[in-house]
């Protein structure tokens, strides 16, 4: 699949990715970036992540023919309806967040006649962020969740499923709120867990300095613990239902090994972790 | 420091890496291995990760200065007790145990006259396991906690503490009781939480196959969920009261942020998860 012009919104690390992907593929014609960062802007001019770069919406949107909003999840339906407003007849609007659910509903009923938006999901990311850490692989082999709905044009779907299949990405499409509920479980909830988890052990003060031995297993609740606030707080608030119902269902399965370490049940206990163990095995 | 014979009772993952280490450094005479796994004590021999191998603890201590066991935990103070009765006056035996208060008060009201016993706990590891993963280099600038008490002989917290700095490791010295209060959130929490929560997303069977979607931020769970069963079914009973203490600290930290959720509480979500991330950074 061939573009004239794709404008990307946000140049963070999954814009500046995509943006780099989709240059390297010499299949888009021009690529063009939109921060409000004139830094990274800069930064994406001189080394080459995009073909142009505007500091404007209105500028830089005009003649795309698929518009990819990747700013931070809680502002991405009114730059998405920013660029709605200012894109040409015919073009196509898609975003990256991880929530889908509320973002698609929200779109859907202010879209102007004429444009058309899917929402989209990249499954792939670092502990990194910033267009200086941004890379043409990220995307490569890696999964990309797609959502229409029943009102979403198929030929709109076919041109966001085309232009990450340029960044190496393999699409599967899945309707909104069975993302939502899947991500709630697989994503969201681990990030919550992992944030009240080194909440937990900070607060401990007797001994203090307990978070400097990181070495135990630990340190990759750390890692998780290390996302952004503000993204995470944003996403949990858009996806709360599905987040709160993980809350729950985990909340049961940790008291259920709490009840069987208070009540010294050995093969209890074996039996969870075992299972545990399988699962993840399956999973893969 | 220097030694003539040092014993490693169980020739696994751990005590495997310690035997290359201290045959390594050339400072020990003569490393044995001891392990009933026959296969494990061939591949020790064949590649040269010990000098000498036994199937027999009563041989295999004879003549030893320091007796490791590195066997799994459930089995070490059994099988210290056995290396305890063969071993020579004056020996020092020693452990790799992830909970010490309960093997050392278990070694201490059993030794017999002229045998010491120091516990010790490495702070390193890998998901592998199994003397063919074994690796010299897994202890070099990682901790080794020591916990002597008031009736341990100071001689034999040097030969351990001394043995440890062969293979590379830092030695701090705690009270048994401080190290499983430690462990018991920063470790043994850390592993039931992921426990609990791979087996809460394995669960769900609405949609069906959620784990395989581990790129969101599962992936680090799935990781820790992949230590031995049986393994962690020992640690969390013997180190019972303080897990059950870090579960409930736990617990409280995630019904705060479980609360702002319900309630839509944009700011102190945000503050939540600023905590962690800036624990984290001084962690380290």
Chains 1, 2 share one sequence.
Not at 123 to 144: C, M, P, Q, W, Y
Request: glycine share 12%; charged share 25%.
């Amino acid at each position: 699949m061939k573009f004239d012009k794709v404008t990307i919104i946000g140049l963070g690390l999954i814009g500046g990715s995509l943006a780099r992907a989709l240059k390297g593929s010499g299949s888009v014609e021009e690529v063009c970036g939109v921060d409000a960062d004139r830094s990274a802007l800069k930064f994406a001019v001189s080394e080459g992540v995009v073909h142009t770069a505007s500091a404007e919406i209105e500028e830089a949107v005009r003649g795309a023919e698929v518009v990819v909003v990747a700013t931070h999840v809680g502002i991405i339906t009114e730059v998405a309806k920013s660029a709605a407003e200012a894109v040409g007849n015919g073009a196509v609007i898609t975003d990256v967040g991880s929530v889908k659910g509320w973002i698609v509903v929200e779109m859907e009923r202010s879209l102007p006649e004429g444009v058309s938006f899917v929402g989209a999901h990249p499954i792939a990311g670092t502990e990194r962020s910033g267009v200086r850490h941004s890379d043409g692989e990220l995307f490569n082999g890696k999964l990309l969740i797609v959502t229409p709905t029943a009102s979403t044009d198929p030929g709109a779907v076919e041109k966001v499923s085309g232009l990450w299949r340029l960044a190496g990405a393999e699409v599967v499409p899945m309707e909104p709120q069975v993302h939502d509920r899947i991500f709630g479980f697989v994503s969201h909830l681990p990030h919550v867990v992992a944030y009240a988890l080194i909440n937990a052990v900070a607060a401990q003060d007797d001994p203090p300095g307990m978070m400097g031995y990181s070495g135990g297993g630990l340190r990759d609740y750390t890692r998780i613990a290390e996302s952004s606030p503000e993204m995470w707080r944003d996403i949990v608030l858009m996806n709360r239902d599905n987040v709160l119902s993980a809350i729950k269902e985990f909340k049961a399965a940790l008291e259920k090994i709490e009840r069987m370490v208070e009540s010294g049940d050995s093969q209890g206990l074996e039996e969870e972790f075992q299972k545990s163990a399988s699962a993840k095995r399956e999973g893969g």
